[in-house]
């Protein structure tokens, strides 16, 4: 079993910037892949970014290439999205998700791959 808690999210305007922290318990944390995925109003889940146990390994999204950046902190179980150049388009509840089957250097870009889910985190950019 893995706890997730998000933070960070908030309403910013287009072009600034948010770093959104995910804090994890329960397994060791550097054991399994992390990601971020996001949903806005009447769209599918979709991946934006994800990471390897050890974090040696990062997956982005055409859509977020080059704007953001996950990372993450295995002394401090926690992982980060730091999101620059934000756009109105990024506006979505942002979850974290944990996929505990990968292992430490493996990473999965598909929701299914991933079984335990933080609450989310609102991320509103006005233009």
């Known amino acids: 079993q893995v706890q997730l808690v998000e933070s960070g999210g908030g309403l910013v305007q287009a072009g600034d910037s948010l770093r959104l922290s995910c804090a994890a318990s329960?397994?060791?944390?550097?054991?399994?892949?992390m990601g971020w995925f996001r949903q806005a109003p009447g769209k599918e889940r979709e991946v934006v970014a994800a990471?390897?146990?050890?974090?040696?390994?990062?997956y982005y999204a055409d859509s977020v290439k080059g704007r953001f950046i996950i990372s993450r902190d295995n002394a401090k179980n926690t992982v980060y999205l730091q999101m620059n150049s934000l756009k109105p388009e990024d506006t979505a509840v942002y979850y974290c998700?944990?996929?505990?089957?990968?292992?430490?250097?493996?990473?999965?870009?598909?929701?299914?791959?991933?079984?335990?889910w933080g609450q989310g985190t609102q991320v509103t950019v006005s233009s």
């Open positions: 998700a944990a996929d505990l089957s990968s292992g430490s250097s493996w990473l999965g870009v598909y929701l299914y791959e991933y079984h335990y």
């Open positions: 329960g397994r060791t944390f550097s054991s399994y892949a």
């Open positions: 990471i390897s146990g050890s974090g040696g390994s990062t």
